[in-house]
């Protein structure tokens, strides 16, 4: 169904996944995943503070949902987040959203994302960054993009430099209240130009960008 609000009926298409908008419906539809847990014990933490998907079940799912509620009604054209849901073969298996700051005046984004810990190792999270890096230059006209991981978080390291990012320096936050250093990536309009790939499509754009202040 259509929304009247245009943020809510943007997708990206590729030949493997769907990007769908994170609308009240995906949303539900992720939940069981999001209570299956996101985060795998043993292996590195991912997110930095404060994040949601470390909290324990129910609670995890509720603040989960209200970040995200509270984050689709600050969009304007100082600041927004999009947030998209992951679909593999229409089934929903993460997000991936794209986050700018004073985007007219600075043309810059950075993305997060996550995906559930089945689906993970299958190319899914390189596959919804380059979409959503198509969003962001074909679309939306962007300048640069940028992205962080901490330093052990190999597999979103990894996807940053096979799309052409470099390395821009480190940061340090939090991760459960414990200091850890981040890597920072940088991708060019031209280096993104270079990789562009023919075989990815949107919807709904056009309408979007009057909401985003472009």
Do not use: K
Request: glycine share 8%; hydrophobic share 40%; proline share 6%.
């Amino acid at each position: 169904m259509t929304s009247v609000y245009p943020p809510l009926n943007l997708a990206v298409r590729t030949p493997r996944i769907t990007l769908a908008a994170a609308t009240d419906e995906m949303l539900e539809r992720l939940v069981p995943v999001v209570r299956a847990g996101v985060v795998v014990e043993g292996e590195p933490l991912p997110f930095d503070d404060p994040m949601s998907l470390y909290q324990d079940s129910p609670a995890r799912e509720w603040n989960w949902m209200r970040r995200i509620w509270s984050g689709r009604s600050r969009i304007d054209d100082g600041y927004w987040r999009l947030y998209f849901v992951v679909c593999d073969d229409g089934e929903p298996v993460g997000m991936q959203d794209l986050i700018a700051d004073d985007f007219t005046a600075l043309g810059t984004v950075h993305s997060f994302s996550w995906l559930a810990p089945p689906v993970r190792g299958r190319g899914l999270g390189r596959e919804a960054r380059a979409a959503i890096l198509h969003l962001a230059f074909a679309g939306f006209g962007a300048r640069e993009a940028g992205s962080e991981a901490f330093a052990d978080n190999h597999a979103s390291n990894r996807v940053s430099e096979a799309l052409g990012y470099l390395r821009n320096g480190t940061n340090w936050a939090t991760r459960r209240g414990e200091p850890a250093e981040l890597i920072r990536w940088r991708l060019t309009r031209d280096a993104w130009a270079a990789r562009r790939r023919s075989d990815i499509e949107l919807s709904g754009v056009e309408e979007c960008r009057p909401v985003l202040g472009l």
